[in-house]
């Protein structure tokens, strides 16, 4: 699925105008009236400040159309340019903010933001960056200090309304805790309080970025998931979609639209699970309590804890950018193309984080591509077959095939990830597919 922009006439349906009304006699923000479908027409603001505003600039013209598309609400323009200092900000139910460069707001888009979030206003605020670079996370705490003094972001737990107004996602989203973006940085999101409503959201795993996806591309490098582009986008449109309506009810679900709007929603069936591929199973000793692992001493510092039960592998982050550790294979592990290795990965990290498997043959160093590890249960699966494997004759590059019957005579384990922490390895097993 591509990202389209929707078309002059898509953005503006030939509808009746939305009843809208006040909050309160000198409210900012507006609320729903009542209504069938088809009888809502809102904008959506984007946020023009002295960072980089525009950079994830057609992010809310898309997940506006996609609005209209599943719930059948009228969506006007979603991209909407505001200026921060602007009276502007009156006519919008919420305005979208994004970045990944340090800034600092004018005194009059201090005042005019604290006001307009006072009188009922919604800012969302997204993290653009790549990871371990925090210049927009540090810019925006700093500004939000500004704003509202007494107010600091906090975590944001599975009782927030968001999480409920549209799409379901307190049972997560494809094994994630919650939604990805086009990153999975945090499995929360944090939120600040203006006279008990959540009236600033402080998203960190760049939503704006994946509503921009392009399906037909495949995105390689460490910041992403193990979603495929479409799955990816899937998230954040579904993360979007949810703010977005709490944002325009406030929270509030008792309207028969919103009920309407989350069965209708709900009703997209979800992927399944990684499955243990079919085959014959053997068990492999890699974690024996007498099992001998080396840490490699060209990667990041580490501990490898092995006993029957398996491994706990404690890592931390440096130049380096991984945490190797190496087991000689005494006799060699034959696979072959037929075969998967698998290991049972339980990560206790709040992001994402990447392993791999590295195999000796012959003095020949072969590196399997990384697989994503979300937090909390996996299954990781390195199949054998495949030219995926990185070798110092292949220019590093994840092109190369494992020798027919290879003969493993050292089994390496790597660890990529942005931030330290631990995961438990167990139940290493060769299957030979049928």
């Known amino acids: 699925m591509r990202s389209v922009r929707p078309s002059a006439t898509e953005q503006t349906p030939s509808v009746p105008p939305a009843t809208l009304q006040l909050i309160e006699p000198n409210a900012l923000a507006f609320s729903f009236g009542q209504g069938g479908e088809g009888t809502r027409q809102i904008k959506i603001g984007l946020a ?45 139910p919420f305005v979208y903010m994004t970045g990944h460069k340090d800034f600092r707001l004018s005194d009059r888009e201090v005042a005019n933001l604290r006001a307009y979030l006072t ?11 790549h990871f371990q670079d925090d210049t927009f996370d540090t810019a925006f705490r700093r500004e939000l200090a500004r704003i509202f003094p007494d107010a600091p972001l906090e975590r944001l737990g599975m009782d927030f309304e968001a999480f409920r107004t549209g799409y379901d996602l307190t049972r997560g989203f494809k094994g994630y805790a919650i939604p990805p973006g086009d990153k999975y940085r945090l499995d929360y999101i944090e939120g600040a309080r203006v006279n008990g409503r959540v009236a600033v959201v402080y998203t960190r795993n760049d939503y ?45 679900r008792d309207a028969v639209f919103m009920d309407h709007t989350a069965t209708t929603l709900r009703q997209q069936p979800e992927a399944t699970a990684a499955a243990i591929p079919a085959g014959v199973a053997r068990a492999l000793p890699l974690f024996a309590e007498k099992a001998s692992w080396q840490h490699e001493p060209w ?66 160093y072969f590196e399997s591509r990384p697989v994503f590890i979300k937090p909390g249960a996996n299954l990781a699966c390195f199949p054998c077959g495949e030219a995926s494997f990185k070798t110092e004759a292949g220019g590093w590059a994840y092109r190369d095939p494992l020798p027919v019957a290879a003969r493993i005579e050292r089994l390496s384990l790597l660890i990529y990830s942005p931030a330290p922490g631990s995961v438990r390895l167990s139940q290493p097993r060769v299957i030979r597919q049928d």
């Open 48 to 92: 023009q400040y002295g960072g980089d505003w525009d950079w994830a600039r057609h992010a809310m013209t898309f997940l506006s159309h996609q609005m209209g598309e599943r719930t059948r609400l009228a969506i006007v323009a979603s991209d909407r340019i505001v200026a921060l200092d602007s009276p502007d900000l009156a006519t919008l």
């Open 119 to 129: 009188g009922g206003g919604y800012l969302w605020a997204d993290d653009s960056t």
């Open 208 to 252: 704006g970025d994946g509503l921009n996806i392009d399906a037909h591309t495949h995105p390689l490098h460490a910041s992403l998931t193990d979603l495929s582009p479409a799955e990816m986008q899937e998230g954040a449109i579904r993360m979007g979609m949810n703010l977005t309506l709490y944002f325009l009810t406030h929270g509030r």
């Open 299 to 364: 990667s990041d510092r580490g501990m490898l804890e092995a006993s029957d039960a398996g491994a706990e592998l404690t890592f931390e982050t440096g130049a380096q950018n991984k945490c190797v550790f190496s087991q000689s294979q005494e006799p060699p592990i034959e696979l072959t193309a037929r075969d998967v290795l698998t290991i049972q990965v339980h990560s206790r990290l709040r992001g994402g984080a990447r392993l791999a498997l590295a195999f000796t043959v012959d003095g020949r």
